[in-house]
């Protein structure tokens, strides 16, 4: 690293030379490659970025210039040139650094990045301010792994040819989000990419029309002009020149060189200026190149496979993709819908098998639960896979196209709860409290395997309401692959033990903590019964009444934010029925953004395991008796 172990901030990659510059990108890619694997992250896309953001922190004056960054795992590279260096072997651990950009990390991290296609708006607000504070400085929004493929996306393009602001847009594309990028965009940008030819009469015609005397100006308009029309007939790029924007490109992402002459043109251009970078996800690491899905994310402690050696059992994602997959060879009306995550949800089974049947949509979480909409009123059965935290991007939608009109979309909200790792960003801890809020729609979470696999057959089987399932991110306990499936009365709950003076009533994943908590509250002499909340909404109104009348403390656990969450509707519905003869405890994710770290050690932070429970839970009642 003799070139690397000198660079802390991009002032001291500034006074490089070309062939200096090479040797340090190498060096970082290096030390990318012994890094990662080893902590765990996102891998691939850090790789296919080495030289473009070598070469934007070379050009721009960052952090005077803002760089913005599209999908933050592209900043593994700017987190090493940021004063980070040292500090990206803690990246995603507790207590270490972010995965994602983050404001409060570095002055360099402009804007909070972890969800895509936020930064062309981000960076036209931005742009807009400077301008009214009469500033001066570049602002540079870099937009990658599918990121154009977003609607906010093409929003943001719309916006910024209209206000014809400086900013620069760098299109980093390789051809990928996580999932292979699909739809028109893709298609666009890979036919920019096999049109050379224009280029080569341009310059040709260009360089002829300046070797003759005199009239070369009139000549070079009248070439102008047919420029300007011969663009049109060949060369793709001209969609964004319609939009406003200066198009340049397509370039080598991996040139450093290239990037540097192209760049400082650019840097002295005026308006909106869009620059195609073509990059390779993965980039000098023979397995990520050739499966950058695979290797898109690594698991801590990673070897040439990408992942640790795996736990035998299943996680839950694995258990909704099988068994999606099986329902759907009984059923023809039953289809996938994806939103450019069809290996993260586990669909690339179902897809395989049933490829008519599959629709990945990219980036475009609001569109797909139109979509699903679409084919809900034609007579199929879509089956939305999707994280938590991305469903959020479709909150409108859920309510005004989905739940108002009472299609029977199932949503399978993978990653509900706290997801480890990838921190505040992509955290599940608010689906049941926006959720909750719409009416004419059914709320699940299975305690268990063989419960998320009867809860799927229950959504597909009934055609009445929008049907949610939600589960974590781990593996799914009691899980056999010759479950016979069985369908669940929508809003029933279950008591799996039964006591008298504490009931627990828990959701999901919560449900396994709660049984542990009642062993540790029964070996203290307190009675605890603990009840399976599988339907959050409708929920068992008549059970609950019953426990009302029979336990003095009723307890409600969720892997959720309490703000809206099942705690409070439980809450609220004793108030309201005035059953309130017990003492409510609401036990969830408090009103606040929760770091990164594993799952294990956010849910000892949030208080959210047995021993913890049993702590607050003791607590409770040593208060309660000092009060009598």
């Known amino acids: 690293m003799e070139i690397l172990s000198n660079i802390e901030k991009p002032s001291d990659i500034r006074h490089l030379n070309a062939e200096e510059l090479k040797k340090l990108c190498a060096e970082i890619r290096e030390y990318l490659i012994s890094v990662i694997p080893s902590t765990g992250g996102h891998f691939a896309s850090s790789l296919g970025v080495v030289e473009l953001t070598v070469a934007l922190h070379y050009i721009y004056n960052t952090p005077k210039d803002k760089i913005v960054w599209d999908v933050g795992h592209q900043g593994y590279v700017h987190k090493i040139i940021t004063e980070r260096k040292d500090a990206l072997k803690t990246i995603r651990k507790w207590g270490g650094i972010s995965g994602f950009l983050k404001r409060d990390e570095s002055e360099f991290d402009v804007f909070g990045a972890g969800h895509a296609s936020t930064a062309i708006s981000a960076a036209i607000g931005i742009a807009a301010a400077r301008d009214l504070d009469n500033e001066d400085y570049k602002v540079i929004a870099v937009v990658g792994d599918g990121g154009m493929t977003g609607g906010l996306s093409f929003e943001g393009l719309n916006n910024a040819g209209m206000l014809q602001k400086d900013i620069t847009v760098i299109l980093n594309d390789n051809s990928m989000s996580i999932s292979p990028n699909v739809g028109a965009m893709s298609h666009y940008l890979t036919?920019?990419?096999?049109?050379?030819?224009?280029?080569?009469?341009?310059?040709?015609?260009?360089?002829?029309?300046?070797?003759?005397?005199?009239?070369?100006?009139?000549?070079?308009?009248?070439?102008?002009?047919?420029?300007?029309?011969?663009?049109?007939?060949?060369?793709?790029?001209?969609?964004?020149?319609?939009?406003?924007?200066?198009?340049?490109?397509?370039?080598?992402?991996?040139?450093?060189?290239?990037?540097?002459?192209?760049?400082?043109?650019?840097?002295?251009?005026?308006?909106?200026?869009?620059?195609?970078?073509?990059?390779?996800?993965?980039?000098?690491?023979?397995?990520?190149?050739?499966?950058?899905?695979?290797?898109?994310?690594?698991?801590?402690?990673?070897?040439?496979?990408?992942?640790?050696?795996?736990?035998?059992?299943?996680?839950?994602?694995?258990?909704?993709?099988?068994?999606?997959?099986?329902?759907?060879?009984?059923?023809?009306?039953?289809?996938?819908?994806?939103?450019?995550?069809?290996?993260?949800?586990?669909?690339?089974?179902?897809?395989?098998?049933?490829?008519?049947?599959?629709?990945?949509?990219?980036?475009?979480?609001?569109?797909?639960?139109?979509?699903?909409?679409?084919?809900?009123?034609?007579?199929?059965?879509?089956?939305?896979?999707?994280?938590?935290?991305?469903?959020?991007?479709?909150?409108?939608?859920?309510?005004?196209?989905?739940?108002?009109?009472?299609?029977?979309?199932?949503?399978?909200?993978?990653?509900?709860?706290?997801?480890?790792?990838?921190?505040?960003?992509?955290?599940?801890?608010?689906?049941?409290?926006?959720?909750?809020?719409?009416?004419?729609?059914?709320i699940s979470a299975p305690k268990d395997g063989n419960e998320l696999v009867d809860l799927l057959h229950t959504a597909v089987n009934q055609d009445k309401l929008p049907f949610a399932v939600r589960y974590p991110k781990e593996i799914a306990p009691n899980y056999d692959k010759n479950h016979i499936p069985s369908l669940i009365e929508i809003g029933s709950w279950e008591k799996i033990s039964e006591g008298n003076e504490i009931a627990l009533l828990a959701v999901g994943s919560m449900v396994e903590t709660a049984l542990k908590t009642a062993e540790l509250l029964t070996k203290e002499g307190i009675s605890t019964g603990v009840i399976n909340c599988r339907f959050i909404k409708p929920f068992d109104k008549l059970m609950l009444s019953e426990l009302s009348q029979v336990y003095k403390y009723i307890i409600t656990i969720e892997e959720n934010s309490v703000i809206g969450g099942f705690g409070s509707i439980v809450s609220q519905y004793l108030i309201e029925k005035g059953l309130n003869n017990s003492n409510i405890y609401n036990f969830g994710i408090k009103d606040e953004f929760i770091t990164h770290g594993s799952r294990e050690e956010l849910l000892e932070f949030v208080g959210l395991t047995a021993i913890k429970l049993q702590n607050k839970i003791v607590k409770i009642l040593n208060k309660e008796k000092s009060l009598i």
């Open 191 to 442: 036919s920019i990419k096999t049109a050379p030819l224009f280029n080569k009469i341009k310059n040709e015609v260009w360089d002829l029309t300046g070797k003759i005397p005199k009239v070369t100006n009139k000549i070079r308009l009248l070439v102008q002009r047919i420029e300007d029309s011969l663009k049109r007939l060949i060369v793709p790029g001209m969609w964004f020149e319609d939009l406003g924007f200066k198009y340049i490109g397509p370039i080598d992402g991996h040139d450093i060189e290239e990037l540097l002459s192209f760049l400082y043109r650019a840097k002295g251009m005026k308006g909106p200026i869009l620059i195609h970078v073509l990059t390779k996800k993965g980039k000098g690491y023979s397995f990520a190149e050739e499966d950058p899905c695979k290797y898109h994310g690594v698991a801590p402690n990673s070897d040439d496979n990408g992942f640790e050696e795996k736990n035998n059992s299943p996680s839950y994602s694995e258990v909704f993709g099988d068994t999606i997959t099986e329902i759907a060879e009984k059923n023809e009306k039953v289809c996938a819908v994806t939103a450019a995550m069809a290996e993260g949800t586990n669909l690339s089974g179902f897809r395989e098998r049933f490829p008519e049947r599959f629709f990945d949509v990219g980036i475009a979480e609001s569109h797909a639960v139109i979509f699903s909409a679409g084919l809900c009123l034609e007579g199929l059965r879509p089956v939305f896979a999707i994280y938590s935290t991305f469903l959020q991007r479709s909150f409108d939608q859920i309510i005004h196209d989905v739940a108002l009109q009472s299609l029977p979309v199932v949503f399978a909200i993978d990653r509900a709860g706290l997801s480890g790792e990838d921190g505040p960003t992509h955290h599940g801890c608010y689906d049941i409290s926006f959720l909750c809020t719409s009416p004419n729609i059914i």
